[in-house]
């Protein structure tokens, strides 16, 4: 069964400073993942995706991910952190087990940027 | 940039009572999905939908729940005897394509309070 962990609760770093958000996924297939961004009462945003290709993928707001097929990871990045940023992050895998699309979400990591 | 919506935004009713959430996706998509979040705990599929009939289902999406497209923009999920078990966000997503590496779109969500 697809399955993506995100093993931080919450990340905290200081506005300006580079952030890290860490993914780590078990397929079988191609792994196709995705970064979603939720604010406080808002829907999930779609960041970016990986399908295949380039490792490192550009997606929304400066943010970027990179994916790494040995280490089984899809960690999200961005160089310079905002206040802006600080919101609940969702890693997600698609599967495609059952005929049909749907996607498989992390717990989740809450991202807080400090002025 | 068109999005997903969804109403009401915070439902609260009594164990027992029927709930319909109700959803209009982006007009061109095809593909409909419900998901949820139990406060605190990972966003959980629900239910996907196409050519008006159920794709796939959930363990969790048994008899008590349903979904519709009543007309040409909606598309209605339908809790007939709510439990206290049942209350999280609820969230709807669409899509124009049902591939692996097709993004969704989500809604803000309906928070469902179940007394």
């Known amino acids: 069964a697809q399955s993506v962990a995100q093993p931080e609760d919450q990340v905290n770093v200081a506005e300006g400073n580079p952030l890290t958000v860490k993914c780590t996924y078990s397929?079988?297939?191609?792994?196709?993942l995705f970064w979603y961004v939720q604010y406080p009462n808002r829907g999930l945003q779609f960041l970016l995706k990986y399908i295949t290709g380039d490792n490192l993928v550009k997606g929304s707001y400066g943010f970027e991910a990179e994916f790494n097929k040995s280490q089984t990871s899809f960690h999200l990045k961005k160089p310079s952190a905002l206040v802006s940023d600080s919101a609940l992050y969702f890693c997600?895998?698609?599967?495609?087990?059952?005929?049909?699309?749907?996607?498989?979400f992390g717990a989740g990591t809450r991202l807080a940027v400090h002025p | 940039e068109p999005e997903v919506t969804q109403t009401p935004s915070h439902q609260v009713t009594q164990m027992g009572q029927e709930v319909i959430l109700r959803c209009v996706p982006i007009?061109?998509?095809?593909?409909f999905y419900w998901y949820r979040q139990i406060l605190g705990q990972k966003v959980e599929f629900l239910v996907s939908f196409y050519n008006n009939e159920i794709s796939e289902k959930s363990e969790i999406f048994d008899d008590q729940f349903s979904v519709e497209r009543p007309d040409g923009s909606n598309f209605t999920l339908k809790i007939r005897s709510t439990k206290l078990e049942d209350s999280a966000m609820y969230f709807c997503?669409?899509?124009?394509?049902?591939?692996?590496?097709?993004?969704?779109?989500f809604g803000p969500g309906t928070r469902l309070t179940v007394l």
């Open positions: 007009s061109n998509h095809l593909y």
């Open positions: 397929v079988s297939g191609n792994p196709y």
């Open positions: 997503a669409s899509s124009n394509r049902d591939h692996s590496y097709n993004e969704q779109f």
């Open positions: 997600a895998v698609s599967d495609f087990s059952g005929g049909y699309n749907k996607l498989i």
